[in-house]
């Protein structure tokens, strides 16, 4: 059975510094395109970001405009769990933050909840 | 960006009775691979978003055959056949094509 499961959800302050995990299991994760949805409350889907698999590119990364610069996603297939790193947070980053396949296909994590706020 | 149009965003249905969905995208979806890359998710209260169809008409495992996808060019429709109380919540189109992906506004699905 396929399993995201998303950790390091937090109230954070503005300018803060937060770091999302997505373990997952049940399929070959170095094979699989990864990436992040978020959800402010009460609104819709948007995609923040990708990472390639390794043989496509290094594990190159795209961010959507208002995330780039100050969010990282990264990988480590040895541990098959992909990471978020997002910096500099304002208050409009708050929302629950998904991992899933790019492009989003039938795998989803439960989510995890960023709440930027002094 | 692609923009996705859906709409309406607010469906009152009766249970049993059909409904349909448009997602209008802002350019053509056609991937250079020769495929569309439009799916279709549904997000019931409380959870994950849930994917139903992708490449416009294929069904995920799963997913009740009352729900199909259609369409082409820039023209794509979700229809329920017979809505049932479990189908109430939001309902998403999304593109995969081109590069940010983007996600329809949403349209509500309730009961009359």
């Known amino acids: 059975e396929v399993q995201l499961v998303e950790s390091g959800g937090d109230l954070v302050k503005p300018g803060g510094s937060l770091r999302l995990s997505c373990a997952a299991s049940?399929?070959?994760?170095?094979?699989?395109?990864m990436g992040w949805v978020r959800q402010a409350p009460g609104k819709g889907l948007e995609w923040v970001g990708r990472?390639?698999?390794?043989?496509?590119?290094?594990?190159?990364?795209d961010y959507a405009a208002p995330v780039k610069g100050r969010f990282t996603i990264s990988r480590d297939d040895s541990k098959n769990t992909l990471f978020l790193q997002m910096n500099s947070l304002k208050s409009e980053d708050t929302a629950v933050y998904y991992c899933?396949?790019?492009?989003?296909?039938?795998?989803w994590g439960q989510g995890t909840l960023v709440t930027v706020s002094t | 960006d692609v923009v996705m149009t859906q709409s309406p965003l607010s469906l009152p249905v009766t249970l049993g009775q059909p409904a349909s969905i448009s997602c209008r995208p802002s350019?053509?979806?056609?991937?250079?691979?020769?495929?569309?890359?439009l799916n279709w998710f549904q997000q019931r209260p409380g959870q994950s978003p849930r994917r139903l169809i992708y490449?416009?008409?294929y069904r995920d495992s799963g997913v009740p055959d009352r729900f199909s996808g259609s369409g082409s060019g820039t023209d794509f429709t979700l229809e329920i056949s017979r809505v049932e109380a479990e189908d109430v919540g939001v309902y998403y189109c999304?593109?995969?094509?081109?590069?940010?992906?983007?996600f329809g506004q949403g349209t509500k699905v309730e009961i009359k």
């Open positions: 899933t396949t790019d492009p989003p296909g039938g795998w």
């Open positions: 049940g399929f070959t994760f170095s094979n699989e395109w």
């Open positions: 990472i390639k698999r390794k043989i496509d590119g290094g594990g190159t990364t």
């Open positions: 350019q053509s979806l056609v991937h250079s691979d020769g495929n569309i890359y």
């Open positions: 490449k416009v008409s």
């Open positions: 999304m593109q995969g094509t081109h590069w940010p992906r983007t």
